[in-house]
């Protein structure tokens, strides 16, 4: 009986992770009032990019998302992209 040959393992979906761009260090706080951070995870229309692009934990991810919504209520940045 002859052994098949086991192929390399993949990752699930195929696709290396995307992290240089956005990496985010330990220390970093997460604030409505720190602009420059929260305006590199927003992309030109004004939406939210991703987690699986950004490469930011879960938890990061939320506490970004709550400090946009704060900031845009406050009219700190966007609320949505340009209109054509």
Do not use: H, W
Not at 17 to 37: C, E
Request: proline share 2%; glycine share 6%.
């Amino acid at each position: 009986m002859k052994k098949k040959l086991m192929k390399p393992r993949r990752n699930f979906n195929g696709r290396q992770r995307n992290t240089a761009k956005y990496q985010m260090s330990k220390d970093t706080d997460i604030n409505y009032k720190n602009i420059s951070l929260l305006q590199k995870y927003l992309n030109d229309r004004g939406k939210v990019v991703p987690r699986r692009i950004t490469g930011v934990t879960a938890k990061d991810q939320r506490r970004l998302i709550e400090a946009i919504k704060n900031a845009r209520f406050l009219s700190l940045l966007i609320t949505g992209g340009v209109k054509k």
